[in-house]
């Protein structure tokens, strides 16, 4: 067996590799013992003089990881472009046409999804040309479906950002005597809008919005995904509440993705 040096290691980056020889198993592919206990020996005097070496391997492991997420992550956002952008019953903020649309998933009772709010609101209020779907991810539990379903009613009555506004700005829970109260406010036709709340068709909606969020590798609120000229393959997940700033930026890097 060729003699295992620590630059050898270091520079073509065999740590996992040669980890993988000082398992019982590499005895079995063909390493003797004298041999699997001459990697031990290298292994131990390289990490004790540059212990630098694991941390650079770890990084390096989790560098490829991210890059593999991202990958697999704009794939997925291809596959799914069609959910994500033109389907014409999602509810729309801003303009219809504009270059750049940003998907929010977002569930009314999130914190971090209130925190976002009145960021995007001051984003479109700065630039007219850009598009927000609003996709319902009621991940909260029992009070997050009602207010969800409410939204998808009151979108049916040309009043869904008014709720939605309503909502994300709500200190306590949207319980059906809070949602009565907020649609009333905002002049909806509440005993046509509880109703159309127990719609299976609204349900649906909902599910859908679920499996789409799983399929994307969202797992909470709320999660956006900016796309620009560029099309689907050139959008980003961005997960988590954002600032305006950052909003500003995500939105010039999609229109610089042509």
């Known amino acids: 067996m060729r003699r295992i040096s620590h630059a050898l290691i270091l520079c073509l980056g065999l740590l996992p590799l040669a980890l993988a020889w000082t398992t019982p198993a590499a005895t079995a592919q063909g390493l003797t013992e ?8 290298v292994l131990r005097r390289a990490l004790r003089d540059d212990p630098s070496i694991l941390r650079d391997a770890i990084v390096a492991l989790q560098e490829a ?6 990958t697999a992550g704009r794939a997925a956002i291809v596959g799914q ?36 709010h009145p960021s995007l609101d001051a984003l479109l209020r700065r630039d007219g040309n850009i598009r927000v779907v609003m996709k319902d991810l009621p991940v909260l539990g029992p009070n997050s479906q ?13 009043r869904y950002a008014a709720l939605q506004d309503a909502l994300l700005t709500l200190r306590g829970e949207p319980t059906e005597q809070v949602l009565q109260d907020l649609a009333r406010r905002i002049g909806l036709d509440w005993a046509r809008l509880r109703r159309e709340m127990d719609d299976p068709a609204i349900a649906r909606r909902i599910e859908s919005n679920t499996r789409l969020a799983q399929s994307l590798g969202i797992q909470g609120t709320p999660a956006l995904i900016v796309g620009g000229p560029g099309g689907p393959g ?16 995500l939105v010039a890097e999609a229109r610089g993705r042509r």
């Open 34 to 41: 004298a041999q699997r206990a001459e990697v031990v020996e």
């Open 65 to 70: 990881e991210d890059r593999d997420r991202s």
């Open 81 to 116: 472009a069609d959910a994500l952008f033109a389907d014409a019953a999602d509810p729309t903020r801003g303009n219809p046409r504009g270059d750049v649309t940003i998907v929010e998933f977002f569930d009314a009772r999130c914190g971090f999804c209130k925190q976002l």
């Open 146 to 158: 009602l207010a969800a379903r409410a939204l998808l009613a009151a979108h049916r009555q040309g």
């Open 234 to 249: 050139a959008a980003v997940l961005v997960p988590g509440a954002v600032d305006l700033q950052q909003l500003e930026r």
